[in-house]
């Protein structure tokens, strides 16, 4: 199986924040699809992202936030194990992102050789 990497991407939230009960609704069915995916052993890992952040750009310019001038931030990820894109899009298709009008991008990850003196490190392993 190879891994696949599902990066949640939403609007920016303007306005009224929605209640502590709609926020723990909303982080239940989170937990349930993770649950779910990892029941099937096919989870490697997660994590949220805050919105706190900085971009270093060229020149060594440094701006505030990581997505300041997009209308959408990424707000997590999940890798999760899968035997085809097909596969991982089917996973990603019961996601609760989906419900709030979020997005999920689903991308294949490159593994690595973990030792940059190998003469394989960063090459594409089949």
Known sequence: MKEYMMIFR???MEG???????MQMVMQQWQSWITAIANQGKYSGTNRL????KTIKPNN???DGPYMEAKEMVGGYLV???NSLADALEMAQTCPNLVYGGNVEVRAV???DNDPNSPSFLQEKN
């Open 10 to 12: 939403n609007e920016k």
């Open 16 to 22: 009224e924040m929605p209640s502590a009960e709609q």
């Open 50 to 53: 805050l919105p706190e952040g």
């Open 61 to 63: 310019i440094v701006t």
């Open 80 to 82: 999760v194990k899968a």
């Open 110 to 112: 490159m593994t690595i």
